[in-house]
């Protein structure tokens, strides 16, 4: 069965620090797909990033940066230089290429950054 | 670029009422997602649909049945409601590559509450 956990229920940090959000993920497939996703405060999900099992390359996108490691299952989440827009909940998330590819969400982490 | 569009975007509904829910696809996605979050909760997956077919089901209560109609759009509806219904519900919409499942992209939600 599949499952996604972040361990870091809440997380507050003073603006221009840098974050890592945490993402640990279990499946049986050997193709799934990772992603993350942000929630601000007005509750839409926002689109982050997708990543394959088959690729690891650490993916960077301005401030924000991924490190997959399929050794650890791990799918985390570093924003550099935080700002105060950045506060939201952020949800990893894990779906299976068998099936119709929904989402199996981990229960977000709420970050905070503090002006 | 077009999004997904919900609508409503709030609905207040008694008790053992019934609500329908309406999801507009993103121009040429031909894969719908249903999704409920419950207050401080994690997005649940219900229900999703391929070319008008049901292709998954998650945990969506019997009270509850959906269904994709020739222009893609998907309606969610929901009877005989209870105040555990309350919460935010997502629609998603992907397009389908050969076997593979694009990312999903979320719309803005329905916050329905039940008084």
């Known amino acids: 069965a599949q499952k996604v956990t972040q361990a870091q229920t809440e997380i507050s940090v003073v603006e221009k620090e840098d974050v890592t959000l945490d993402c640990v993920y279990e499946?049986?497939?050997?193709?799934?797909?990772l992603f993350w996703y942000k929630q601000p405060p007005s509750g839409e999900l926002v689109f982050l990033i997708r990543?394959?099992?088959?690729?690891?390359q650490n993916e960077i996108s301005g401030r924000y940066s991924w490190n997959f490691q399929k050794s650890t299952s791990s799918f985390n989440f570093t924003i550099t230089a935080s700002q105060v827009v950045d506060s939201a909940v952020y949800f990893c998330?894990?779906?299976?290429?068998?099936?119709?590819?929904?989402?199996?969400f981990g229960t977000g982490t709420r970050l905070t950054v503090i002006p | 670029a077009a999004g997904v569009i919900q609508s409503p975007r709030h609905l207040i509904k008694e008790k053992r009422e019934t609500a329908t829910l309406k999801c507009y696809p993103i121009?040429?996605?031909?894969?719908v997602y249903w999704y409920q979050q419950g207050p401080g909760q994690d997005p649940q997956f219900l229900i999703s649909?391929?070319?008008?077919?049901?292709?998954d089901k998650g945990s969506i209560p019997d009270r509850f049945s959906a269904q994709q109609f020739s222009d893609y759009h998907s309606e969610l509806n929901m009877s005989s409601l209870e105040l555990g219904d309350s919460a935010l519900y997502f629609c998603?919409?992907?397009?389908?590559?050969?076997?593979?499942?694009?990312?999903?992209?979320f719309g803005p939600g329905t916050r329905l509450t039940v008084l």
């Open positions: 990543r394959n099992s088959f690729d690891e």
């Open positions: 649909f391929y070319e008008k077919m049901q292709s």
């Open positions: 998330a894990l779906s299976e290429e068998i099936g119709a590819n929904n989402l199996f």
């Open positions: 998603a919409s992907s397009y389908r590559t050969g076997r593979i499942y694009n990312e999903q992209f």
């Open positions: 499946t049986r497939d050997t193709t799934y797909y």
């Open positions: 121009p040429r996605h031909d894969t």
